[in-house]
T-cell receptor, first 112, second 111 residues
């Protein structure tokens, strides 16, 4: 069964600290993996996309990694800011299909 | 460009009432989706459409109907609302590279 598991479920960090969010998937055949950021009361917005051949991709202070062999991805946030407080959702696309498999998200709270 | 818009933003219904949620997009995307989001459950697909005049069931379609009469609009209907349908509903479109663009959401409460 195609599944996406995210950990931790929630995380609290101090402003300025780094953190890493995890995403494990069992989707096969794999097409790509996206990380979305969802601010409270708003729709998710795409942060990065990882395809099978990519190991690392950065978007400002956000760096996503992908290990297609172990079917794991991580999202690393550097020098966190209060505006990083949000839910981060991992979404995996199966190859040649319309199905997008969503993780349940990690809720990040950055405090001052 | 407005992107993806949803109306209404909020709605309170009584059990048994009906309503229609409207999603509109100006990005000319073929694929459109309706999701519901509940605490601890993540986003769950209700129905989707791969083009004008076509619709298909998702993961949790029961109690909902949809229509895609025009490419830019995707309607979600609740014929007889139930408290279990209290949720936040998101519409989304999709590019060919699978990037989805979400609307701002509709918060629905069924009493």
């Amino acid at each position: 069964k195609n599944q996406v598991e995210q950990s931790p479920q929630s995380l609290i960090i101090l402003e300025g600290k780094n953190c890493t969010l995890q995403c494990n998937y069992t989707v096969s055949p794999f097409s790509n993996l996206r990380w979305y950021k969802q601010d409270t009361g708003r729709g998710p917005v795409s942060l990065t996309i990882m395809t099978f051949s990519e190991n690392t991709k950065s978007n400002g202070r956000y760096t996503a990694t992908l290990d297609a062999d172990t079917k794991q991805s991580s999202l690393h946030i550097t020098a966190s800011q209060l505006s990083d407080s949000a839910s981060y959702i991992c979404v995996v696309s199966a190859q040649a299909g319309t199905a997008l498999i969503f993780g349940k998200g990690t809720t990040l709270s950055v405090s001052s | 460009n407005a992107g993806v818009t949803q109306t209404p933003k909020f709605r309170v219904l009584k059990t048994g009432q009906s309503m229609t949620l409207l999603c509109a997009q100006d990005m000319n995307h073929e694929y459109m989706y309706w999701y519901r989001q509940d605490p601890g459950m993540g986003l769950r697909l209700i129905h989707y459409s791969v083009g004008e005049g076509t619709t298909a069931k998702g993961e949790v379609p029961d109690g909902y109907n949809v229509s895609r009469l025009k490419k830019q609009n995707f309607l979600l209907g609740l014929e007889s609302a139930a408290p279990s349908q209290t949720s936040v509903y998101f519409c989304a479109t999709r590019r060919l590279n699978n990037e989805q663009f979400f609307g701002p959401g509709t918060r629905l409460t069924v009493l």
